[in-house]
């Protein structure tokens, strides 16, 4: 026998509250309804109530037989949410969020807009079991009350967390939407509810639906909310959903970090390498680039961003920086991208950096000529505006940010290679860049041991620039130390980016 997910033996009102059991206490909407409904019935004067009433219903028989379906909801309804309070507490709150929302909405319109439908028959032509229920069913339940119709509502948001379920079989799947669609028929055979009522409950339940779960539909492969560069983050905590709120520009949310690196291993490897391979020499810059992507496809923390004020994991790992066309002050820069692969290794990685520099010396990048031609068309601040709202949404043309590092997992910069040690760099608000790092130069830093005695070490420091908004601490000085790890340890590197760092 199927074991409950929840020990609800332990169940007590003192811990109701707590994570294993609140969600029971959406139980208590039908508690409030229940309230409401016996107010508005005794209440509102059926004089006072709108008639319901269409065409549709007329060409619709009355037709006894179909109140078996229309009681078989009180099974469907009870045996659904016991078998999701034991078996599956996700989809218990995802129907009895939309069962909610939909008395809510409900009762409110009940007091507003009061309604009532005049289409019972007078007198049955056949006396059955069948005529006996159902004239006890018109006894106990009035006709006021009706649109849009609860009795359809409810089987929607039940169906809607039986087909949300992974452990349904797609058969199962079927019959319970076969059984939906007879008991959402059988109100207007039976005569309970117009035609109407029952459209304002489909209306109603896709409403709710796309309100509480819209983030979750899929829209060929991406879900209602998601980007093309990023899927949104559905679980996450309460702080990291505030703070983009409080804090929307990355540059006022930037956290500054240092490392130094010990290198003389790595350069050890470095020349042994290009010792042994003369045509695909390699060089600190791209330990240094293979050693980020790696620790960020390990820490997919590291690969988010945030734009509009909502947090997103990023689709791919990527990498970018500048490149230089020749050594002199009036020779243009370039942009250099690239993006990872689960399967790459150092020296993909490295061979990939090359085919990325020797482009950009030869031609100008995709971003570049986009922003060549953007150049020459007049109204700058208006396509300025309409960039940047673009850009927020994830809207911005492809071939305008093919190359843009701003739109990267991690910028690079190699200071080293201009002489020139660390120092600050900032974030920018455009874009979806979340990780900037400076690499100085190389130098020799003295050590002091226990015993007072000194030595010299090779090092090379590394700036970090970090939107502080999408982790916290912690995550980051394991993320940067794990970096560390991969730099003074280049053999690492070897093994794919996929492959789980083992320390």
């Given at each position: ?47 006072s109530c709108h008639v319901v009433h ?61 309604s009532v439908q005049n289409m019972r ?383």
């Amino acid at each position: 026998m199927k074991k409950p997910v929840v020990d609800y033996r332990k169940l007590r009102l003192s811990n109701i509250t707590s994570n294993e059991y609140r969600h029971l206490l959406l139980l208590l909407g039908w508690v409030g309804y229940l309230v409401m409904y016996l107010m508005t019935e005794n209440f509102i004067p059926e004089s006072s109530c709108h008639v319901v009433h269409s065409r549709i219903d007329d060409l619709i028989p009355f037709n006894e037989y179909f109140v078996i379906f229309y009681v078989s909801w009180y099974f469907f309804m009870v045996l659904s949410l016991l078998y999701f309070v034991l078996y599956d507490i996700k989809g218990f709150v995802r129907a009895q969020k939309l069962i909610v929302g939909m008395q809510i909405i409900a009762v409110i319109t009940y007091i507003l807009w009061p309604s009532v439908q005049n289409m019972r028959p007078e007198a049955f032509a056949h006396d059955n079991v069948l005529t006996r229920l159902l004239g006890y069913i018109y006894k106990v339940d009035t006709p006021t009350g009706v649109c849009p119709s609860l009795h359809v509502g409810y089987t929607l948001a039940v169906l809607s967390a039986h087909l949300a379920a992974r452990d349904h079989k797609l058969i199962k799947k079927v019959l319970l939407a076969l059984w939906s669609f007879m008991i959402c028929i059988s109100v207007c055979f039976v005569k309970q509810h117009s035609f109407i009522d029952v459209c304002a409950a489909v209306i109603l339940y896709l409403f709710l639906e796309i309100v509480l779960f819209g983030r979750d539909i899929k829209l060929g492969k991406r879900r209602i909310g998601d980007r093309r560069d990023g899927e949104l983050i559905r679980d996450i905590d309460s702080m990291h959903y505030i703070m983009p709120l409080m804090y929307p520009n990355r540059c006022d949310n930037e956290a500054y970090m240092k490392l130094s690196v010990e290198i003389a291993g790595t350069e050890e490897y470095i020349r042994n390498y290009n010792k042994e391979h003369p045509d695909e020499r390699i060089a600190i810059f791209d330990i240094v680039i293979a050693a980020a992507l790696r620790t960020i496809r390990q820490r997919p923390q590291m690969n988010r961003f945030i734009a509009n004020q909502t947090m997103y994991q990023r689709r791919c790992v990527t990498a970018a920086f500048t490149v230089k066309k020749e050594f002199r002050d009036d020779a243009d820069e370039t942009l250099a991208r690239i993006v990872a692969e689960d399967t790459d290794t150092l020296f993909t990685i490295s061979h990939k950096v090359r085919e990325q520099i020797a482009l950009c010396k030869k031609e100008d990048d995709e971003s570049t000529e986009a922003m060549n031609f953007i150049m020459k068309i007049p109204g700058k601040h208006l396509i300025g505006a309409i960039a940047r709202f673009l850009d927020r949404h994830g809207w911005m043309p492809q071939s305008v940010i093919a190359t843009d590092p701003y739109q990267c997992s991690v910028v690079l910069s190699n200071l080293g290679s201009l002489g020139l040690d660390i120092g600050y760099h900032h974030l920018m608000n455009w874009g979806t860049n979340s990780i900037f790092i400076i690499i100085g130069t190389k130098k020799f830093k003295p050590y002091h041991d226990q015993d007072g005695n000194v030595t010299m070490k090779k090092e090379l420091d590394l700036a970090f620039t970090i939107d502080e908004r999408i982790s916290d601490g912690f995550y980051y000085a394991r993320s940067i130390r794990l970096m560390k790890t991969l730099i003074e340890n280049p053999k690492l590197l070897e093994e794919s980016l996929s492959e789980q760092v083992k320390r």
